[in-house]
């Protein structure tokens, strides 16, 4: 529907659910942002108690309150299909969340539960937590920016000792901090079914939070965990060091927005030389310099399981890029590396474009926001003639001019594996847009070609109108904010009523 439904559209809703009940289509329902109110979730509350068929409800931005979430649990106690619930970014506070926290006690449907920014409070996350001691069928819940403080995260590590099926838990933006790393620690010791831990931007510094991350050590069944945002200083990094030497069941590490500098990031290096679980590991917006990227050179020579390392915005310069590319001639596994604004020159894209000379694995290569210029395109075109892997390569923002497009297009003649190019904010004009357009007319492997915001005039945007009679697999091109007149925007009305791009 285009129109918010208010009160009486909530109504009317909560009536065609009555009437649904027998039908097996009506399984999903999304009201996001629609403003229902606590009038409209109690009309839902109402049609749930009866419905038999609903199993997804999402009230997502619905200025629900109380009285609101209070209705919605009354429901939960007797509606035996509903498996997930999502009531983000509403207000159902302290006394809502008791409310669910009593429904769950007794609901054995619902799997997932988000109650993220809602103003529960300590007193819903500890109602909650005495829930999911007894309950049974709960796997997800989200309780990201709450206030549920130390009282709420100590009892939900107390619940965790004994809870046997919540498998993924968001705690982010809480303000937990010693007491309850304490006692998660403790309860990881014992807790055999939490896969996925996000406790980003709590107070998770300090020696305390060391002792959180040595009980790593021995958890053997969390496979995610997020420490982003300012959760971890070096110290900390040097503690998680240690857990993932030993640890075997870590697969995804987020580490994003925190202060690691060169020393960290030689410690996690090392960590990475034995650990052979992780596949997935992100260092995005920390203060990693040249000296913390060759040391995770050297642990990717050996390291025979990270598939994605992201190290967009940081600091690895010319010297880093360099090493990372040496790595990359012998690294077997490695198949996405962002080093989008990194500092990185022609010398760097030079040394990368020589490592994917060779590389058989590396899929997608993300140098958004650099400085390659036209001669690191240049380089990185010749290694296209040769790469049969790689099928993203972003280039967006990297000084790019028309030398720069030519080289492109000319190993778009032959590659045959590449799908996504991005060019946009670049210094392309119609030189180099005529010289793709010429390149895709043969080519038969891209479909995503980004040249928003460059220099391109009627005379480019004409040349690519005129690919589009021969070429049959583009089917994503962006041209905003260029210097397209009329008479180009006239030959690209074929792009919107004949083939079906956008």
Same mark, same amino acid.
């Given at each position: 529907?285009?129109?918010?439904?208010?009160?009486?559209?909530?109504?009317?809703?909560?009536?065609?659910?009555?009437?649904?009940?027998?039908?097996?289509?009506?399984?999903?329902?999304?009201?996001?942002?629609?403003? =229902?109110?606590?009038?409209?979730?109690?009309?839902?509350?109402?049609?749930?108690?009866?419905?038999?068929?609903?199993?997804?409800?999402?009230?997502?931005?619905?200025? =629900?309150?109380?009285?609101?979430?209070?209705?919605?649990?009354?429901?939960?106690?007797?509606?035996?299909?509903?498996?997930?619930?999502?009531?983000?970014?509403?207000?159902?506070?302290?006394?809502?969340?008791?409310?669910?926290?009593?429904?769950?006690?007794?609901?054995?449907?619902?799997?997932?539960?988000?109650?993220?920014?809602?103003?529960?409070?300590?007193?819903?996350?500890?109602?909650?937590?005495?829930?999911?001691?007894?309950?049974?069928?709960?796997?997800?819940?989200?309780?990201?920016?709450?206030?549920?403080?130390?009282?709420?995260?100590?009892?939900?590590?107390?619940?965790?000792?004994?809870?046997?099926?919540?498998?993924?838990?968001?705690?982010?933006?809480?303000?937990?901090?010693?007491?309850?790393?304490?006692?998660?620690?403790?309860?990881?010791?014992?807790?055999?079914?939490?896969?996925?831990?996000?406790?980003?931007?709590?107070?998770?510094?300090?020696?305390?939070?060391?002792?959180?991350?040595?009980?790593?050590?021995?958890?053997?069944?969390?496979?995610?965990?997020?420490?982003?945002?300012?959760?971890?200083?070096?110290?900390?990094?040097?503690?998680?060091?240690?857990?993932?030497?030993?640890?075997?069941?870590?697969?995804?590490?987020?580490?994003?927005?925190?202060?690691?500098?060169?020393?960290?990031?030689?410690?996690?290096?090392?960590?990475?030389?034995?650990?052979?679980?992780?596949?997935?590991?992100?260092?995005?917006?920390?203060?990693?310099?040249?000296?913390?990227?060759?040391?995770?050179?050297?642990?990717?020579?050996?390291?025979?399981?990270?598939?994605?390392?992201?190290?967009?915005?940081?600091?690895?310069?010319?010297?880093?890029?360099?090493?990372?590319?040496?790595?990359?001639?012998?690294?077997?596994?490695?198949?996405?590396?962002?080093?989008?604004?990194?500092?990185?020159?022609?010398?760097?894209?030079?040394?990368?474009?020589?490592?994917?000379?060779?590389?058989?694995?590396?899929?997608?290569?993300?140098?958004?926001?650099?400085?390659?210029?036209?001669?690191?395109?240049?380089?990185?075109?010749?290694?296209?003639?040769?790469?049969?892997?790689?099928?993203?390569?972003?280039?967006?923002?990297?000084? =790019?001019?028309?030398?720069?497009?030519?080289?492109?297009?000319?190993?778009?003649?032959?590659?045959?594996?590449?799908?996504?190019?991005?060019?946009?904010?670049?210094?392309?004009?119609?030189?180099?847009?005529?010289?793709?357009?010429?390149?895709?007319?043969?080519?038969?492997?891209?479909?995503?070609?980004?040249?928003?915001?460059?220099?391109?005039?009627?005379?480019?945007?004409?040349?690519?109108?005129?690919?589009?009679?021969?070429?049959?697999?583009?089917?994503?091109?962006?041209?905003?904010?260029?210097?397209?007149?009329?008479?180009?925007?006239?030959?690209?009305?074929?792009?919107?009523?004949?083939?079906?791009?956008?």
């Amino acid at each position: 529907m285009s129109q918010k439904i208010r009160t009486k559209g909530a109504q009317a809703l909560a009536e065609a659910l009555k009437a649904l009940k027998t039908m097996a289509s009506a399984t999903i329902l999304n009201l996001q942002g629609c403003e =229902i109110g606590d009038d409209g979730a109690q009309a839902l509350a109402e049609a749930l108690k009866t419905n038999s068929t609903l199993t997804t409800l999402n009230l997502d931005s619905n200025s =629900i309150g109380e009285n609101g979430g209070v209705a919605l649990a009354e429901a939960l106690k007797t509606n035996s299909t509903l498996t997930t619930l999502n009531l983000d970014s509403n207000s159902i506070g302290e006394n809502g969340g008791v409310a669910l926290a009593e429904a769950l006690k007794t609901n054995s449907a619902l799997t997932t539960l988000n109650l993220q920014k809602n103003s529960i409070g300590f007193n819903g996350g500890v109602a909650l937590a005495e829930a999911l001691k007894t309950n049974s069928t709960l796997t997800t819940l989200n309780l990201d920016s709450n206030s549920i403080g130390e009282s709420g995260g100590v009892a939900l590590a107390e619940a965790l000792k004994t809870n046997s099926t919540l498998t993924t838990l968001n705690l982010n933006s809480n303000s937990i901090w010693i007491k309850g790393l304490l006692a998660f620690s403790e309860a990881f010791k014992v807790n055999l079914t939490l896969t996925t831990l996000q406790v980003r931007e709590n107070k998770t510094t300090g020696n305390i939070a060391q002792v959180l991350l040595k009980s790593l050590e021995s958890k053997t069944t969390l496979t995610t965990l997020n420490l982003g945002h300012k959760s971890i200083e070096d110290d900390e990094a040097l503690a998680l060091c240690e857990a993932l030497q030993t640890n075997s069941s870590l697969i995804t590490l987020d580490l994003q927005s925190n202060t690691i500098d060169d020393n960290g990031a030689q410690a996690l290096a090392e960590a990475l030389k034995t650990n052979s679980t992780l596949t997935t590991f992100y260092l995005q917006n920390n203060s990693i310099g040249s000296n913390g990227a060759m040391a995770l050179t050297e642990a990717l020579k050996t390291n025979s399981t990270l598939t994605t390392l992201d190290l967009q915005n940081n600091l690895a310069g010319d010297n880093g890029a360099q090493a990372l590319s040496e790595a990359l001639k012998t690294n077997a596994t490695l198949t996405t590396l962002d080093l989008w604004h990194n500092s990185i020159g022609s010398n760097g894209a030079l040394a990368l474009a020589e490592a994917l000379k060779i590389n058989l694995t590396l899929t997608t290569l993300y140098l958004q926001n650099n400085s390659i210029g036209d001669n690191g395109a240049m380089a990185l075109s010749e290694a296209l003639k040769i790469n049969t892997t790689l099928i993203t390569l972003d280039l967006w923002g990297n000084s =790019i001019g028309d030398n720069g497009a030519q080289s492109l297009a000319e190993a778009l003649k032959t590659n045959s594996s590449l799908t996504t190019l991005d060019l946009q904010s670049n210094t392309i004009d119609d030189n180099g847009a005529q010289a793709l357009a010429e390149a895709l007319k043969n080519n038969s492997t891209l479909t995503t070609l980004g040249l928003w915001r460059n220099s391109v005039g009627d005379i480019g945007a004409l040349a690519l109108a005129e690919l589009l009679e021969t070429n049959s697999t583009l089917t994503t091109l962006s041209l905003g904010y260029n210097s397209i007149g009329p008479k180009g925007a006239q030959g690209l009305y074929w792009l919107f009523t004949e083939s079906g791009l956008y």
